[in-house]
């Protein structure tokens, strides 16, 4: 810890700019609600910022978590020593751009990403405006619901490497699949993205996005805490039916359990620990690769 406090005291020095928190608990920003103390968090205001705090970490070889929502972390109960750069907190422009066109920062929330498109008249981020997280982890993990997905609207997006040297990626240089991007095969940390989208009447959209909501609230169990679906789609099957059909709804670990709602979710009953999550994971997998043959591969970022 004093080795933390050290680099941290120089941080703040260096760039007292820049908002800083130490021993910040995990669980206050994660959707799970779950997580021990970070070490140092940075909430950087701008791309400049950001870039700065990377080569700080690059030049001192320290360890760095890029958090946005926290909507697909499981945080470790014991905390992080690392230092903890927050985008959701300061890297927040969003604007339009041309006629069918939105730039946005990657600290701006999925949501608030749809309901400008919708305020604008543009349509292709309906799906988005359910989803907890931001632009910045819904493009790294390629994020979706409902068949749309960020592939289908992304056209560029900017990044910053942890030396400090800017990239810009187009189209197929993203390199997107189901639940990836060519973000996770590198370091480089996302700064902004455009989105081309398709002009529309917004009370039509704004009828599709109350539709889609209404349908996550019937289906999904949106009164826990949670880190959204727990595993990826298997290929030539669905995750919550298979465990579905294990009959494993409700199987509980500590204060973490199989949603009785939506067998896709695990969700925090209250005090979970990520230890009783991790085991219940461990338990789903067991279970469901016996029973069906599927192996069940984690959908969240277990830390």
């Known amino acids: 810890m004093a080795y933390q406090a050290h680099f941290a005291a120089e941080l703040a020095a260096a760039y007292p700019q820049i908002p800083l928190r130490l021993n910040e608990p995990m669980a206050a920003h994660t959707t799970?609600?779950?997580?021990?103390?970070?070490?140092?968090?940075?909430?950087?205001?701008?791309?400049?910022?950001?870039?700065?705090l990377l080569l700080f970490a690059q030049q001192r070889e320290l360890p760095v978590l890029l958090l946005g929502g926290?909507?697909?972390?499981?945080?470790?109960?014991?905390?992080?020593?690392?230092?903890?750069?927050?985008?959701?907190?300061?890297?927040?422009?969003?604007?339009?751009?041309?006629?069918?066109?939105?730039?946005?920062h990657s600290g701006v929330t999925m949501a608030r990403l749809a309901?400008?498109?919708?305020?604008?008249?543009?349509?292709?981020?309906?799906?988005?405006?359910?989803?907890?997280?931001?632009?910045?982890?819904?493009?790294?993990?390629?994020?979706?619901?409902?068949?749309?997905?960020?592939?289908?609207?992304?056209?560029?997006?900017?990044a910053v490497s942890r030396e400090g040297e800017h990239r810009l990626l187009?189209?197929?240089?993203?390199?997107?699949?189901?639940?990836?991007?060519?973000?996770?095969?590198?370091?480089?940390?996302?700064?902004s993205a455009e989105f081309e989208l398709t002009p529309d009447d917004p009370a039509l959209i704004r009828e599709r996005m109350q539709d889609l909501a209404s349908r996550r609230r019937e289906k999904q169990p949106?009164?826990?805490p949670s880190a959204g679906s727990a595993f990826k789609r298997p290929e030539g099957a669905f995750a919550a039916a298979l465990i579905d059909s294990c009959g494993l709804k409700g199987l509980q670990v500590g204060g973490a359990a199989v949603?009785?709602?939506h067998a896709g979710f695990i969700v925090n009953l209250g005090g979970a620990t990520a230890d009783d999550v991790k085991r219940l994971i461990a338990l789903v997998q067991q279970r469901v690769e016996k029973e069906t043959g599927f192996m069940l591969e984690p959908e969240i970022r277990i830390l």
Do not use: W
């Open 170 to 191: 187009r189209g197929d240089e993203h390199g997107f699949s189901y639940r990836r991007s060519v973000y996770m095969d590198t370091s480089d940390v996302i700064v």
């Open 259 to 261: 949603s009785k709602k």
């Open 70 to 104: 926290g909507s697909n972390l499981l945080c470790p109960d014991e905390g992080l020593q690392a230092l903890v750069i927050k985008t959701k907190e300061g890297l927040t422009n969003l604007e339009r751009i041309g006629k069918n066109r939105i730039r946005a």
């Open 222 to 224: 949106l009164e826990y």
């Open 32 to 52: 799970f609600r779950i997580g021990g103390p970070a070490a140092c968090m940075a909430l950087p205001q701008d791309a400049q910022q950001l870039k700065d």
């Open 115 to 158: 309901q400008f498109a919708a305020q604008n008249g543009l349509s292709g981020l309906e799906f988005a405006q359910g989803i907890p997280g931001t632009v910045g982890g819904g493009i790294y993990m390629n994020a979706g619901a409902y068949g749309g997905e960020m592939c289908q609207v992304v056209v560029s997006s900017e």
